[in-house]
T-cell receptor
């Protein structure tokens, strides 16, 4: 399967713990995006990478959130000191330059903070 | 900032019926994307529209972008239970690569 993959698919954690999610984009895609989706809402943009450079961050991305894409391939999203309000679906997407900017999404990681 | 509004928010139709979902933008659209999402899963790309008046079809789903490029519609002909899910429109605001999304339309098709 050459689509976008995300791990884990589900994560339950206690408030105050740190969590890390991984995204593997489609191999030839150099742009990678993270979104957060809460129940009944559309996805909200968090951050975006072109290759290894993080080019844009949303104000939603507080100091507790950090994302990396060290080699321009897979990316990780870490949330430190999780809060109950962080409970959401975290979606990763990737796109290729010149592809009409169509983003292809992974299955998401559903986070529940107790 | 640009915003997308979808209507209706939810829709229940009998199998075989036609339906239309609308997406209205507060600013000119330079690219309009339609996705489908099943509950608890990722988004599946359906179609992308870029030019005013453009229309694209895939199987029984047709999407149009109006001439002024501020509204798009998604039309499903002869709906089936497999069409059930959440339909989301997305757009790329000028000067960025991120998407903004509407809040989605939840479709249920009764067999």
């Amino acid at each position: 399967d050459t689509g976008v993959s995300q791990n884990p698919r589900h994560k339950i954690t206690k408030r105050g713990q740190n969590v890390t999610f991984r995204c593997d984009p489609i191999s030839e895609h150099n742009r990678l995006y993270w979104y957060r989706q809460t129940l009944g809402q559309g996805p909200e943009f968090l951050t975006y990478f072109q290759n290894e450079a993080q080019l844009e961050k949303s104000r939603l991305l507080s100091d507790r959130f950090s994302a990396e894409r060290p080699k321009g391939s897979f990316s990780t999203l870490e949330i430190q000191r999780t809060e109950q309000g962080d409970s959401a679906m975290y979606l990763c997407a990737s796109s290729a330059v010149g592809s009409e900017e169509t983003q292809y999404f992974g299955p998401g990681t559903r986070l529940l903070v107790l | 900032s640009q915003e997308l509004e979808q209507s209706p928010q939810s829709l229940i139709v009998q199998e075989g019926k036609n339906l239309t979902i609308n997406c209205t933008s507060s600013k000119t659209l330079y690219g309009l994307y339609w996705y489908k999402q099943k509950y608890g899963e990722g988004l599946i790309f359906l179609m992308m529209l870029q030019k005013g008046g453009e229309e694209k079809s895939h199987e029984k789903i047709t999407a149009k972008l109006d001439e002024k490029k501020q509204q798009s519609s998604l039309h499903i002909t002869a709906s089936q239970p497999s069409h059930a899910g959440i339909y989301l429109c997305g757009a790329v605001p000028s000067g960025t690569y991120k998407y903004i999304f509407g809040t989605g339309t939840r479709l249920k098709v009764l067999a």
